[in-house]
Each structure stands twice: as structure tokens, then as C-alpha cells.
């Protein structure tokens, strides 16, 4: 597990990420500098996943919330499947809102 300070200038969180929660979130931070051709901060990364979640989390099922607690409490966390180079692409369109 990883360390992050998470915040702005008025705020400060840190948190621990899961290996593989840290692997996808330097995926998606390699792919928004691939897709918009600057640099975005690792703080900057979980920020904007975390409002994304956020956002989409009243379309998520009962079922869909199990498998995510699942995979926390069983520290069982298989990312590869999702696409981050889409979802970076997806990030991108919504902060430029």
C-alpha cells in the first residue's frame, strides 16, 4: 500500500492505496498527459476519479456496491479490465465542463 496526500490548498487528506488502485491511477495520470498533452499531479488524478465516482455513484446497483466493498475487504483488487486510457479521455471531457 501507497501514501497520498490528497487535497488543495485549504485541505488535507492522506490516504493508503492498494497497489493495484496505485498502478491504475498512474495508467489514467500517463494517459491525460498522452490524451491533453500536459502534465496532471498525482493529487490532481485521485481528485478528479474521486468527483468522478462521485458523480456516477447514484448509477450504481446494490450488486455493484457489493462487488466494490468486496474487493476492498478481501484486498483482491483486479483493475486490468478497465480501459484507462478511456476513462482519461472521459475525465478530460468531464473538468471541461
Do not use: C
Not at 18 to 44: A, C, F, G, M, R
Not at 53 to 81: F, M, R
Amino acid at each position: 500500500m501507497s501514501r497520498f496526500i490528497v487535497g488543495t490548498k485549504m485541505s488535507r487528506i492522506t490516504i493508503s492505496v492498494h497497489k493495484e488502485v496505485e498502478e491504475k491511477i498512474k495508467e489514467i495520470q500517463y494517459n491525460l498527459y498522452k490524451v491533453d498533452k500536459k502534465p496532471y499531479s498525482t493529487s490532481k488524478v485521485i481528485n478528479m476519479v474521486l468527483v468522478a465516482g462521485i458523480i456516477g455513484s447514484p448509477k450504481l446497483s446494490v450488486y455493484d456496491w457489493a462487488v466494490i466493498k468486496s474487493l476492498i475487504t478481501e484486498k483482491k483488487i483486479n483493475l486490468k479490465e478497465i480501459g484507462s486510457e478511456e476513462y482519461a479521455t472521459n475525465l478530460l471531457a468531464l473538468a471541461s465542463i
